[in-house]
């Protein structure tokens, strides 16, 4: 009985709110919002879609990740303050707070080689001296060492 004292009506409705919402919506734009989604800016969309690859896949949600990709690059081939802003959220989770969490380093080096490939020239554009920085960060100190590889694959095959 005492464990039930820990457990509030919102916690719980918020936990099957999150879980029933939490990337499983396949619209054209992958919104999951209840706005309507031609208000939505390019970089709003590609911001919200690049935090949930990102932070998708995993044991339990193996390939559901793909499903935000095409509103990412139709995003950022749409706009380049899109693919600025799909580049600045890369960065963050290629930075030391993501260390610890190897599959969202590995998706957003995923990210980087299909969007260095579909909008191309729009990305790449983005990718200023933060980033830089952040990647050799990340390949001098960072802990995983596949994603280290993946990582020097991508940068390989930017040459």
Not at 24 to 31: K, Q
Not at 37 to 55: K, L, W
Not at 81 to 89: N, Y
Not at 123 to 141: H, I, P, Q, S
Request: hydrophobic share 40%.
């Amino acid at each position: 009985m005492k464990a039930m004292k820990g457990l509030s009506m919102n916690k719980v409705l918020g936990g099957i709110k999150r879980k029933s919402t939490n990337g499983h919506n396949n619209d054209a734009n992958g919104s999951g919002s209840g706005a309507d989604p031609a208000d939505e800016t390019p970089e709003v969309i590609a911001s919200r879609n690049v935090r949930r690859f990102c932070e998708s896949g995993g044991r339990e949600n193996a390939g559901d990740e793909v499903t935000f990709l095409p509103a990412i690059v139709d995003a950022a081939e749409s706009s380049p303050a899109a693919a600025a802003e799909c580049a600045r959220i890369i960065r963050k989770y290629l930075h030391k707070d993501f260390w610890t969490k190897p599959s969202f380093q590995y998706n957003a080096i995923m990210l980087i080689r299909i969007l260095a490939d579909n909008p191309g020239q729009t990305f790449t554009r983005a990718l200023d001296k933060k980033f830089v920085d952040v990647a050799k960060e990340l390949l001098r100190y960072g802990r995983d060492a596949s994603v280290r590889q993946m990582l020097m694959e991508t940068l390989d095959a930017f040459e």
